[in-house]
């Protein structure tokens, strides 16, 4: 008996050392192998991503079925504003933006473009449905449904923002949300 319960045992603390043994060499391989290596040089060399720089181009439809080409809207100064419905800063943010865009969309000569990122949604389009009646947004709002886009431009935090000036390069990057005035001195500051 004494046997028995030894072997059966020692089995089970080798069957258990495999198991954490296997688990920590696949979690050790998944972060070597999905996450590629940051330092500030690689985020220097991002092409289109940085202030003077051509933004990538992007294409998508929006809520309302419009769709949307970026390179389009040269000739206009570009609020391009990255979010998700869940995002409490992207909450915060919205409001502001909806009444900068308001008063100043003419006068300014400034469009948003407030891209949902649709793949990192929660509850769907109808989540981000409820979130646009919710605040009244009224500026176009792109749906991300593939995150191809958000792959291009590297989002890596809610919301994200970047200033285009009427030529279409980036006059600034802003991330964490904005209020009205923000948004006017930096749209003022972009040629």
Known sequence: MIR??????????????MIVLMVKSNSEQKSTDSL???NSASLVEVPGLGIG???????LTTTSGEVIKLSDLKGTKVIV??????????EVEMPFMQKYYKEYKES???????????A????GLKGVQHFIDAYGLTFPIPLDIDG???????IMAYPTTYMLGTDGKIGQQIIGPMDEATMKDLVEGLN
């Open 108 to 118: 300014a000569n400034v469009e948003i473009i407030a891209v949902n990122l649709t």
């Open 120 to 123: 990192a949604e929660r509850k």
């Open 53 to 59: 720089d051509t933004p990538p181009d992007f294409e």
């Open 148 to 154: 191809n886009v958000e792959k291009a431009y590297r």
């Open 81 to 90: 504003n990255f979010w998700t419905s869940w995002c409490t800063w992207c």
């Open 36 to 38: 590629p290596a940051i």
């Open 4 to 17: 028995k319960t030894v072997g059966l045992s020692v089995a089970a603390f080798l069957i258990g050392t």
